[in-house]
């Protein structure tokens, strides 16, 4: 079938060290597509209490894919009703974690 999708491994992530509540907060991040078949098909999230973790979710189609790396930048979008910190995590190659905060008011 030569169809698959998997989450993006991180290279830098990146937020405003302060955001404010109800408004859209741009989080930067890098993230690497390992070949030529595959396509950036959007964020999907996991939170626990106060931590966001960030999964760039990568689509890889065909069966015959060029091995040519390529880094993605891209803004995943915060929106919290709830001063206080958040946290934010993605996953790097050897499955260890990017992490960043923001300060909401």
Avoid: H
């Amino acid at each position: 079938d030569c169809e698959s999708m998997e989450v993006g491994v991180a290279e830098t992530l990146s937020s405003p060290s302060t955001g404010n509540l109800n408004q859209d907060i741009p989080i930067s991040t890098r993230f690497i597509i390992s070949n030529g078949c595959g396509s950036f098909s959007g964020f999907t999230t996991q939170t626990s209490g106060d931590t966001t973790a960030i999964k760039p979710m990568i689509t890889y189609k065909g069966c015959v894919c060029t091995q040519a790396l390529t880094y993605v930048d891209s803004n995943y979008t915060f929106r919290t009703q709830t001063a206080g910190r958040y946290y934010f995590k993605m996953l790097q190659y050897g499955q260890q974690y990017l992490l960043d905060s923001i300060d909401v008011n």
